[in-house]
T-cell receptor, first 114, second 117 residues
Framework: AQSVSQHNHHVILSEAASLELGCNYS??????LFWYVQYPGQHLQLLLK??????LVKGIKGFEAEFIKSKFSFNLRKPSVQWSDTAEYFC????????????FGTGTRLLVSP | EAGVAQSPRYKIIEKRQSVAFWCNPI?????LYWYQQILGQGPKLLIQ????????DSQLPKDRFSAERLKGVDSTLKIQPAKLEDSAVYLC???????????????FGNGTRLTVT
């Protein structure tokens, strides 16, 4: 069965620190990859997505993610976090063949201290 | 554009009672999803509708959960009877086309937080 792993469940950073959140998936076929963010009290929002082309994807608010096919990874990065980045981040994977269900990871809760 | 609307925001019930959640997707969105998010876990797809037909309900506990999408617009999700392990946030999402294609991302509602005591 397809699974999505986010190994960092909780991350605490100071403002201006660099961020990297890990995401690995188990499916071997062609996939589409997403990062969603949920700010406190708000709904899930799409941060960025990868479908094809340049494996380095840029999203909103200075976030980027790199798809490394050989490592089945899609790690999220931001060079300098802000207090407003405090949120829960979810990686999600969708198979590009067959029934295309979106499968989410368990999430990483990020706390940025001012 | 108006977002995905869900109600109620919070619900507390005792086990063995029944409960219903309502979702109004973004206007014109053909695909509607119900996800269950248990504390500490990522959202899990319960059921997906394409217009008013069910596309996938493989993870819906059909002995107690039911969902419908009459007329291909609003949807309700019902639990009867509820169990303690049903405590979770129930998220509704919609997309213009099917299943998160490039030009058809999922838009989520704020969810309904259910507590079963």
């Amino acid at each position: 069965a397809q699974s999505v792993s986010q190994h960092n469940h909780h991350v605490i950073l100071s403002e201006a620190a660099s961020l990297e959140l890990g995401c690995n998936y188990s499916y071997g076929g062609t996939v589409n990859l997403f990062w969603y963010v949920q700010y406190p009290g708000q709904h899930l929002q799409l941060l960025l997505k990868y479908f094809s082309g340049d494996p380095l994807v840029k999203g909103i608010k200075g976030f980027e993610a790199e798809f490394i096919k050989s490592k089945f990874s899609f790690n999220l990065r931001k060079p300098s976090v802000q207090w407003s980045d405090t949120a829960e981040y979810f990686c999600a994977v969708r198979r590009n063949t067959g029934f295309q269900k979106l499968v989410f990871g368990t999430g990483t809760r990020l706390l940025v201290s001012p | 554009e108006a977002g995905v609307a869900q109600s109620p925001r919070y619900k507390i019930i005792e086990k063995r009672q029944s409960v219903a959640f309502w979702c109004n997707p973004i206007s014109g969105h053909a695909t509607l999803y119900w996800y269950q998010q248990i504390l500490g876990q990522g959202p899990k797809l319960l059921i997906q509708f394409q217009n008013n037909g069910v596309v996938d309900d493989s993870q819906l506990p059909k002995d107690r959960f039911s969902a419908e999408r009459l007329k291909g617009v609003d949807s309700t999700l019902k639990i009867q009877p509820a169990k303690l392990e049903d405590s979770a946030v129930y998220l509704c999402a919609s997309s213009l086309g099917r299943a998160a294609t490039y030009n058809s991302p999922l838009h989520f509602g704020n969810g309904t937080r259910l507590t079963v005591t």
